[in-house]
């Protein structure tokens, strides 16, 4: 007989699905396998994210991984509030985790550039030589292009700069560059196959 102050019986199955996402990490503190509804709905996008920021898969998976168990135990540290959902929060973290990851990925590299074994490596004095002409023969190429022509090839092509970069440098959108970049391209190949 049921007389009001007894506990009712929790549903053997409820559905979960309709929490939101904050709901769901909070829930998910005290009963951690509701966790796995989170990585669900954001381990595909997080995968994207994570890659575009170290361009590794392995190294992504690595990032997403982290990312969600750094999320999961700072839970409490994420307070609704009005223009902050979860969503931002959680790529926040998993954006700060990809670039310490990525910063240190380039340190590693650059240790082991400076490994003794890959001066062994380097190239031998002909090599350099023919690097020397080559480059030569561009920088003669591109005085022949029209000057801006040749300063957005310089920048991408031999500075290695982004788009991003090159359009905010030079006041571009980066669909312009684009079509800059590739009429520059074409007029190169014109001119490398003159005599």
């Known amino acids: 007989m049921y007389l009001g102050n007894e506990p009712q019986n929790e549903p053997q199955n409820p559905d979960y ?3 939101k996402d904050e709901e769901v990490l909070w829930l998910s503190q005290e009963k ?3 966790y796995k509804m989170l990585v669900d709905r954001y381990q595909a996008a997080f995968l994207r994210k994570a ?7 392995q190294e992504a998976e690595d990032i997403v991984q982290e990312a969600f168990v750094k999320i999961y135990f700072n839970a409490k540290k994420f307070t609704k509030q009005e223009g902050i959902e979860f969503k931002s929060w959680a790529y926040r973290v ?3 985790v990809a670039i310490t990851k990525y910063r240190k990925l380039k340190q590693e ?3 082991e ?8 490596n380097l190239p031998h004095e002909q090599d350099l030589a023919l690097v020397a002409d080559a480059k030569a023969q561009v920088e003669t190429v591109l005085a022949r292009l029209p000057k801006p022509m040749a300063r ?6 031999l500075e290695d700069k982004p788009y991003k970069d090159i359009a905010a440098q030079e006041g571009l959108t980066i669909p312009a560059l684009k079509m800059k970049l590739f009429r520059a391209k074409k007029m190169l190949r014109e001119e490398l196959t003159k005599k």
């Open 32 to 34: 951690p396998s509701l």
């Open 51 to 57: 890659q575009s920021i170290v361009k590794s898969p």
């Open 94 to 96: 998993l954006v700060n």
């Open 152 to 157: 957005l090839v310089a920048l991408y092509y």
């Open 109 to 111: 590299r650059a240790v």
């Open 113 to 120: 550039f400076l490994d003794p074994v890959l001066y062994e």
């Open 17 to 19: 699905s309709s929490l």
